[in-house]
């Protein structure tokens, strides 16, 4: 039963060249989460998405920051016009819909490291 | 707004000490609450979760923590080390019915052999 999968593991960009991480949920997940690790910080919420929704987004920055969890295939954070700062660890959870329990919990795939140059 | 403060940054101890790392919450409604762990190279793994019910939650490896909804309090505790144990220990949050979690900076606890 294979877990929450990520892609690729480390990610090298050269500012204002685009980024695209992708995260597969665990097998019978339809939830998928994005968390944002800065150096020496906890995990920042970003996005969460359902098949072809965005629910919550509060976590994005305005500009730049995109992500998308279409019918087929996985989720996709995309990052255009890479900065430094954006260098970071990205984390990807996933969760299977909320059935009788009003709380499942978030399984984290292996994350992608970005270093911007 | 949700926030979770982890005490200690870092902690060192030798093996067969006994572990405690602080997390305290800030939320005024029902939350749940969550240890995870990070080992060296490798991604966030669940250690416990409390829910409802009885507030002391064992998890695994040996690992117990204790809601104390007073306090706001979630310490993670482990009677005796062991190298292995060598990790990062995040505490989170998220509110009921709510879905993002919220991260404590994190623990980093290096045990000596």
């Known amino acids: 039963n294979a877990g929450v999968m990520q892609n690729p593991r480390h990610l090298v960009r050269r500012r204002g060249q685009e980024a695209r991480l992708r995260c597969s949920p665990m097998?019978?997940?339809?939830?998928v989460y994005w968390y944002r690790q800065l150096p020496e910080e906890g995990l920042k919420f970003m996005v969460y998405l359902q098949k072809e929704n965005i629910i919550d987004e509060s976590g994005m920055p305005k500009e730049r920051f995109s992500a998308e969890f279409p019918k087929e295939g996985p989720s996709i954070l995309r990052i255009q016009q890479v900065v430094r700062g954006d260098s970071a660890a990205y984390f990807c959870?996933?969760?299977?819909?909320?059935?009788?329990?009003?709380?499942?919990?978030?399984?984290f795939g292996p994350g992608t490291r970005l270093l911007v140059l | 707004a949700q926030s979770v403060s982890q005490h200690n940054h870092h902690v060192i101890l030798s093996e067969a000490a006994s572990l405690e790392l602080g997390c305290n919450y800030s939320?005024?409604?029902?939350?749940?609450l969550f240890w995870y762990v990070q080992y060296p190279g490798q991604h966030l793994q669940l250690l416990l979760k409390?829910?409802?019910?009885?507030?002391l939650v064992k998890g695994i490896k040996g690992f117990e923590a204790e809601f104390i909804k007073s306090k706001f309090s979630f310490n993670l505790r482990k009677p005796s080390v062991q190298w292995s144990d060598t990790a990062e220990y995040f505490c989170?949050?998220?509110?009921?019915?709510?879905?993002?979690?919220?991260f404590g900076a994190g623990t980093i606890l290096r045990v000596k052999s």
């Open positions: 409390y829910f409802s019910g009885d507030p």
């Open positions: 989170a949050v998220n509110a009921l019915y709510g879905n993002k979690l919220v």
């Open positions: 097998k019978g997940h339809s939830h």
């Open positions: 959870a996933s969760s299977p819909p909320f059935s009788r329990a009003p709380q499942e919990t978030q399984y």
């Open positions: 939320y005024g409604g029902t939350v749940n």
